[in-house]
């Protein structure tokens, strides 16, 4: 019986039971529909990722590769969804059905690179969010906690990374470094950290003062024992709201990087580059799906990781606003 | 004041050398090493000889220590070419001419022209669909975001928050794809593409439109939420309870008392996004083809013309840097418990 059920029991019986933040905040977030909904499709993007293989042998048409069938003869344009699937979805070979079309003017298979440019936004949002997190709570602990000049440094810091136009210099910087996963990764983390950053510096700030740190150090709690056993368990909350809103962030800053044409190298499949097969020629006037697939898959990705951090901030602080 | 002002400005003159030593390394230091690949080298065409890069080189004053050249230029930046390096590069021919080829951001590699050049033709176009979408955003947000506040929980209120999540999860250059296809493809409304210079008004609104439409729209969706909750936290403070209790009318306590004191956060936000877009509204201009500044680094990054590139980070740098401090500045004027800090 888990502790919510078991509370609606005791509730019945006219006891109250005490609950923990935890459970007070699972108990909210099970009745926030949004989020829930959020975190299904999240779990569906990942199969889908994870499927790609299975698509691959399905259709017949491995990633990344053209297929004369995916070109229409006499128009030159992308084939469309469903084209010769006449005889029923798995026929397998040149001859295959493509489901959702083909995805560019090469005729490779849409789904296949759908597929696996989910991995690719889904390997990019959660590493980069996890080097960012990893940054933004070692400067920003660091800041809160220290205090002093070291704060001001950070701080300044902070506010010049701020200020700098991401794309600009994500451009200029993959010219110098070369098209590569790291690099778009690490160009990301870069630009992202100093937001949760600040949040984490706030949060010690004002909890750094306050009676049960305090009371550690009157015990003889030495500063590592008060950062990691009582400051840091604090700053889960905004740690997973923010990481939620980072995946969403990184996945964006990927896809209009790859939009663009810079950062990942040609052999990576990309819903930003799909998005950009689209536009020379004005191919998309002809074939509106191309961009259509790749780009509402995009947006209810951010969307979703958008919203399943909303959902997480309103569920550990209720006092809290929710985005808006 | 001035002492606040000398001390933002220092500060400003900081961030700008540390973009120029960013940029710096990145196309001096890490290009070579990275791509094997030296400004020299594509600066002196397709196929050159070891003697031509060579040349080229000590042309371009390559063949220097990079401490030697980056300190060089950082003295063009501020003062412009010197006399030594205009005849190096313009042997023969007039300032005028030489102010053409070589300017405080050096010299393109893919065009015959100095950047800073290559910068003010293109400057106009990001200029003219900064100000059009910024009028735009204004107009469209803060009443949405006033009204929302007014009425919290309303239908209205709900409407606005489902754009705005939308508006805040839609890649700027897809949702300008999608208008491109129905308003100006499918209905014929606006043109697909280009940019018509303010000389002839009415195409150059024409063709700003769309794009300032979709520019607009994204950025109305975070303006909208920081007016609304601003309102919502100014109308419920002690002075709007007070204009209320001296009959006050409600326009009145919404405009003079609420909104006056909820505007700070937004002005801050309004001036650091306008030097964020003027640096180059890179996905838009490329989306629609509109020749500004951030077409401009697009076309110099894909031809390794790596002089405008860095010409353009740096012009962008300075010029959000200086948007920073203006910020700064209005502030201090709006709220004088600011200048304390």
């Known amino acids: 019986m888990s502790t919510v059920e078991q509370f609606e029991d005791m509730k019945t019986e006219g006891m109250v039971l005490a609950r923990t933040p935890r459970q007070l905040a699972f108990a909210r977030l099970r009745r926030d529909y949004v989020a829930l909904a959020s975190l299904v499709f999240i779990i569906l993007l990942v199969l889908f990722a994870l499927a790609g293989p299975l698509f691959e042998s399905w259709t017949g048409h491995p990633v990344n590769k053209s297929n004369s069938t995916g070109v229409d003869d006499y128009t030159l344009l992308p084939v469309g969804p469903l084209h010769g699937c006449a005889n029923g979805l798995a026929s397998v070979g040149e001859r295959a059905c493509f489901v959702l079309g083909a995805s560019n003017n090469l005729g490779y298979d849409m789904l296949v690179q759908l597929s696996f440019g989910a991995r690719t936004s889904l390997i990019i949002g959660i590493v980069a969010t996890f080097l960012t997190m990893v940054v933004a709570l070692l400067l920003g602990v660091i800041a809160g906690y220290v205090g002093g000049w070291t704060d001001t440094v950070i701080a300044r810091l902070m506010d010049i990374v701020a200020a700098f136009p991401f794309l600009l210099f994500a451009i200029a910087a993959s010219v110098a470094f070369g098209a590569s996963l790291w690099f778009v990764i690490l160009i990301i983390a870069l630009f992202s950290w100093f937001y949760p950053g600040r949040i984490f510096r706030g949060e010690v700030l004002s909890l750094r003062n306050r009676e049960f740190v305090t009371a550690a150090r009157m015990l003889g709690a030495s500063n590592s024992r008060i950062v990691f056993r009582h400051l840091m368990p604090q700053l889960i909350g905004p740690l997973t709201v923010y990481a939620s809103l980072s995946v969403a962030g990184a996945i964006a800053a990927e896809a209009a990087l790859s939009y663009l044409g810079f950062g990942l190298p040609l052999e990576i499949p990309s819903w930003g580059r799909m998005i950009s097969d689209a536009v020379p020629g004005g191919l998309y006037i002809n074939a509106p799906f191309l961009m259509v697939f790749p780009g509402t898959l995009l947006v209810f990705t951010v969307l979703a990781f958008n919203l399943l951090g909303d959902g997480l901030r309103d569920a550990l602080d209720p006092r809290g606003g929710t985005i808006l | ?341």
């Open chain 2, 1 to 341: 004041m001035v002492r606040f002002l000398i001390r933002r400005l220092l500060g400003g003159i900081f961030v700008v050398l540390v973009v120029t030593l960013a940029v710096f390394v990145l196309f001096g230091p890490v290009l070579r090493w990275n791509s094997n690949i030296s400004p020299a080298r594509l600066y002196a065409g397709k196929n050159p000889s070891p003697e031509q890069i060579e040349r080229v080189s000590a042309l371009l004053g390559l063949d220097k220590p990079y401490y030697v050249q980056y300190g060089y230029t950082l003295k063009r930046l501020v003062l412009g070419p010197s006399q030594e390096e205009r005849e190096r590069v313009c042997p023969g021919s007039t300032a005028a001419e030489c102010d053409e080829l070589l300017g405080r951001f050096g010299s393109s590699f893919a065009k015959q022209r100095s950047v800073d050049s290559l910068i003010w033709t293109h400057f106009p176009v990001t200029l003219s669909l900064t100000f059009v979408a910024a009028i735009l955003w204004l107009l469209i947000s803060i009443p949405i975001g006033i009204i929302s506040a007014i009425r919290p929980r309303s239908i209205f209120d709900r409407v606005t928050i489902v754009f705005v999540l939308i508006g805040q999860s839609l890649p700027v250059y897809y949702f300008g794809l999608l208008a491109l296809y129905f308003l100006a493809y499918r209905l014929g409304w606006f043109p697909l593409s280009g940019y018509e210079p303010l000389s002839n008004p009415g195409q150059w609104l024409y063709h700003l439109l769309l794009p300032g439409l979709v520019l607009a729209l994204q950025f109305a969706a975070i303006y909208v939420r920081i007016t609304r909750s601003q309102m919502l936290d100014t109308l419920s403070e002690d002075y709007v309870r007070t204009a209320r209790a001296k009959g006050a009318g409600e326009t009145r306590v919404i405009v003079r008392h609420a909104f006056r004191n909820a505007m700070l956060p937004i002005v801050t936000m309004f001036g650091l996004d306008l030097g964020l877009l003027l640096g180059g509204a890179i996905l838009i201009e490329v989306t629609f083809g509109l020749q500004g500044l951030g077409w401009l680094a697009v076309q110099a990054a894909q031809r390794l013309d790596v002089p405008t590139t860095a010409g353009i980070v740096l012009f962008s740098a300075i010029i959000i840097v200086a948007a920073n401090i203006v910020v700064d500045i209005v502030n201090a004027t709006l709220d004088p418990r600011i200048r304390l800090e």
